[in-house]
Structure formats: structure tokens, C-alpha cells
């Protein structure tokens, strides 16, 4: 589908500021956000790589999470309804976006960003 592309991975993590030190310190990336122990993220060349705490994690999270941003959230669901896909999360981010979080055939999670207009 056009218009989709790969925003962020996403690596939930008991400790961001563990993490955080590991991949900013040890790997040397540069950190390009952080909100306290709930969130921080990387930008190595080709996309993000962010981290999140216990508070920012998709619900059902065992592993890392695909963000993909799409121009439209409300336009691709019943496309994904037709499919049977499940729906794991909705989340408004004000005036960052929306997030739909999915499970794909295996049960791993996709998560669905819309950046906020304006």
C-alpha cells in the first residue's frame, strides 16, 4: 500500500535509563529524545529506534514492535477488518498523532502511526 513506511522500531524495556546507556553510551548512538524512564529514542541513519519504558509499552508486548506511519488510520480499517485483523490498542497522542496497535498472523504487534495534522 502506498504511503506506508517505516517510522520506529520499538524495544520495550524495564529500564530506559539502562537501555538508554547501552545503546547511547556503549553503542554510541545519538539520542535524539527522552522522556524520564518512560521513553527515549535514537536516530541511527535509515529510521528510529526507540525505547520504552513499563508506562509506553503497547499492551501485550514480548518483544520489539514495528511502527508504521500511514497517511490515514481511519481509511486502512476496513481494510483490516475485512482481513480479520485484530485490533490490540487505540491510543490518541494529542498533538503527536494516533497510534492503532494490530497483531499480525503470528500474534507479533504492528504498530499503526498517524501523525497529527497541522
Do not use: C
Not at 40 to 57: C, V
Not at 81 to 88: F, H, K, L, N, Y
Amino acid at each position: 500500500m502506498a504511503g506506508i513506511r517505516i517510522k520506529s522500531i520499538v524495544y520495550p524495556t524495564k529500564s530506559v535509563a539502562a537501555a538508554t546507556r547501552f545503546y547511547g553510551e556503549v553503542l554510541g548512538l545519538p539520542v535524539q529524545f527522552q522522556d524520564g524512564d518512560n521513553w527515549a529514542q535514537f536516530r541511527p541513519d535509515g529510521g528510529t529506534l526507540a525505547l520504552a519504558g513499563p508506562r509506553e509499552q503497547p499492551p501485550e508486548a514480548a518483544g520489539p514492535v514495528v511502527t508504521l506511519e500511514v497517511a490515514d488510520l481511519d481509511a486502512l480499517r476496513p481494510r483490516l477488518a475485512g482481513a480479520g485483523v485484530r485490533v490490540v490498542a487505540e491510543r490518541d497522542m494529542g498533538s503527536h498523532g494516533r497510534t492503532l496497535t494490530i497483531a499480525d498472523p503470528d500474534g507479533n504487534l504492528v504498530h499503526l502511526f498517524q501523525r497529527a495534522a497541522g
